[in-house]
């Protein structure tokens, strides 16, 4: 019996990436990689809490919430 190898499935799944990326790209999109808050990290409900309530209690905290509003999407229902 012979030893399995993943480098088929590995080339096989790079090939589909590659083929993917590149209709992407074809449709006149671009990739682009977005680093996000990490919402189950430690601390992080503690320093939204901070920011929130530091917004809350700021003079121009009406503008600021004026802002968000505004380019903020309504959830559909």
């Known amino acids: 019996m012979g030893v399995i190898s993943n480098r088929g499935s590995k080339a096989g799944s790079a090939d589909k990436v590659r083929r993917y990326r590149a209709r992407m ?6 990739s ?4 996000v808050p990490d919402t189950r990290a430690p601390g992080f ?3 939204a809490r ?3 309530r530091a917004v809350a209690s700021s003079p121009r905290e009406r503008e ?10 309504p959830d559909e229902q």
Do not use: M, P
């Not at 682009?32 to 680093?35: A, P």
């Not at 600021?64 to 999407?73: G, H, L, M, P, T």
């Open 64 to 73: 600021e919430q004026a802002f968000i509003d505004a380019i903020s999407v």
């Open 50 to 52: 901070r920011q929130a």
């Open 45 to 47: 409900a503690k320093e």
């Open 32 to 35: 682009i990689q977005l680093w």
């Open 25 to 30: 790209r074809a449709k006149g999109l671009r």
